[in-house]
């Protein structure tokens, strides 16, 4: 039974990413297509973590919390991209004295 449910959710979560994935070709704003994004990466977590799950290993842990961590780096640098067009401003890095 368990197994049914996991084949179905992963199914649901292809769609998903299907779903954010026109967003992200079709979005009228680099926001949307920036949110998009970002959901495309929470779906795969969810992927990786049922695969885990349906395979019955603590392996794919590692993989999660990279992905975790670049997805919110990277939507972190977008998002600082689409409010100054810079993800790093010249001279941030030296101390105003």
């Known amino acids: ?10 199914v649901i979560l292809a769609l998903a990413m299907l779903a954010c994935l026109y967003r992200l070709i079709q979005g009228p704003t680099r926001s949307d297509r920036i949110v998009a994004l970002d959901t495309i990466g929470i779906h795969l977590l969810a992927v990786i973590a049922v695969l885990g799950m349906q395979q019955r290993t603590e392996d794919y842990i590692d993989m999660v919390l990279v992905i ?30």
Do not use: C, H, Q, W
């Open 1 to 10: 039974m368990i197994s049914v449910l996991l084949n179905i959710s992963l």
């Open 68 to 97: 975790g961590i670049l997805t919110f780096i990277g939507t972190a640098a977008l998002a600082r991209y689409i409010e100054r067009d810079a993800v790093i401003e010249p001279g941030g890095d030296k101390l105003d004295r």
